[in-house]
């Protein structure tokens, strides 16, 4: 599991630990067999543990809640995804600007040589 995908769970379960896996699969876009991959993965490492909690309905249902383990870990991640984000503008900022001088060069030699015609 990378990084960002790690942080993406990390932060849905944050904001709503009671969340089904379903929902958090949906949420993802994942498979619902991925996603309780990637949520097993995460609870051998300390990162969730898994409360029983009642629903509205009296329904027996699981919170997936951060340990601090968990929050320490999608600090870590979110730190990584942005240095990885900002390396990467700084290479698109780059390639724009050369794309912008490619074009201004192929425009001003077209309108140059659209005068002398």
């Known amino acids: 599991m990378d990084d960002e995908l790690r942080l993406r769970i990390l932060r849905l379960l944050a904001e709503r630990p ?3 896996q379903r929902e958090l ?3 993802l876009g994942l498979s619902l067999g991925k996603t309780n991959y990637c949520l097993r993965a995460l609870i ?3 990162w969730v543990k898994v409360n ?5 309905q009296n329904k027996l249902a699981y919170a997936y809640v951060l340990t ?3 929050l320490q870990a999608k600090l870590s991640a979110a730190a990584r995804f942005l240095k990885s984000r900002q390396a990467e503008f700084v290479r698109l900022e780059r390639e724009i600007a050369e794309l912008r001088d490619e074009l201004g060069d192929q425009q001003g030699g077209q309108s140059r040589s659209g005068a002398h015609r």
């Not at 029983?52 to 509205?56: C, E, K, P, V």
């Open 18 to 20: 009671e969340m089904s």
């Open 25 to 27: 699969a949906q949420a």
């Open 44 to 46: 051998d490492r300390g």
């Open 52 to 56: 029983n909690f009642r629903t509205s």
């Open 68 to 70: 601090s383990k968990g």
